[in-house]
T-cell receptor
Framework: RKEVEQDPGPFNVPEGATVAFNCTYS??????FFWYRQDCRKEPKLLMS???SGNEDGRFTAQLNRASQYISLLIRDSKLSDSATYLC??????????????FGAGTRLFVKA | GAGVSQSPSNKVTEKGKDVELRCDPI?????LYWYRQSLGQGLEFLIY????????KSGLPSDRFSAERTGGSVSTLTIQRTQQEDSAVYLC???????????FGNGTRLTVT
């Protein structure tokens, strides 16, 4: 089983739609979770951290379900500028010390007018 | 302040040549990561440094790849006897600690002809 499973999409949605992405991880020892956004031919950039209590930043809501080992990202009122690849990410403590940050393969989103 | 700096931004090399890629992380960031991204693919973890030591080298694809970090700062990724399948964008990222969000450089686009 892959360390992380993420639906590659693409998701094609109209402007104003609500879209949700899920990501499952295999290691229950995972520590910290994030969603990143990557635009075409650009480096990934942090979108938001994910907390067990859930957190919201404007139109974006992130949730973590440790029992079921998945994280989710909800985008409300989609904008054309939301078109990008969304990467789920987690930092895993490793036995040799420190953390290893793993990226999912990404889910592509296309928002159309 | 300065972000993560990578050089060169583009590198074209002939098959069989050695290449050296450089990453200058954000000052004070102890964790440094190297990833590789082929066209249309996700990020492939290569190696992680905590200070000058590399607790996790598990992602290096072969013994042609090596990396070092000196002074807890600059890191170099060396690929010996390059092959065409090494062509990709090589991304470096740093963070204050291993489990905090990563800050990426713009990447080095390597093309092996």
């Amino acid at each position: 089983r892959k360390e992380v499973e993420q639906d590659p999409g693409p998701f094609n949605v109209p402007e104003g739609a609500t879209v949700a992405f899920n990501c499952t991880y295999s290691n229950s020892a995972s520590q910290s979770f994030f969603w990143y956004r990557q635009d075409c031919r650009k480096e990934p950039k942090l979108l938001m951290s994910v907390y067990s209590s859930g957190n919201e930043d404007g139109r974006f809501t992130a949730q973590l379900n440790r029992a079921s080992q998945y994280i989710s990202l909800l985008i409300r009122d989609s904008k054309l500028s939301d078109s990008a690849t969304y990467l789920c990410v987690w930092a895993l403590e490793i036995h040799t010390g420190g953390f290893k940050t793993i990226f999912g393969a990404g889910t592509r989103l296309f928002v159309k007018a | 302040g300065a972000g993560v700096s990578q050089s060169p931004s583009n590198k074209v090399t002939e098959k069989g040549k050695d290449v050296e890629l450089r990453c200058d992380p954000i000052s004070g960031h102890t964790a440094l990561y190297w990833y590789r991204q082929s066209l249309g693919q996700g990020l492939e973890f290569l190696i992680y440094f905590q200070g000058n030591s590399a607790p996790d080298k598990s992602g290096l694809p072969s013994d042609r790849f090596s990396a070092e970090r000196t002074g807890g700062s600059v890191s170099t990724l060396t690929i010996q006897r390059t092959q065409q399948e090494d062509s990709a964008v090589y991304l470096c990222a740093s963070s204050p600690t291993g489990d905090s969000p990563l800050h990426f450089g713009n990447g080095t686009r390597l093309t092996v002809t």
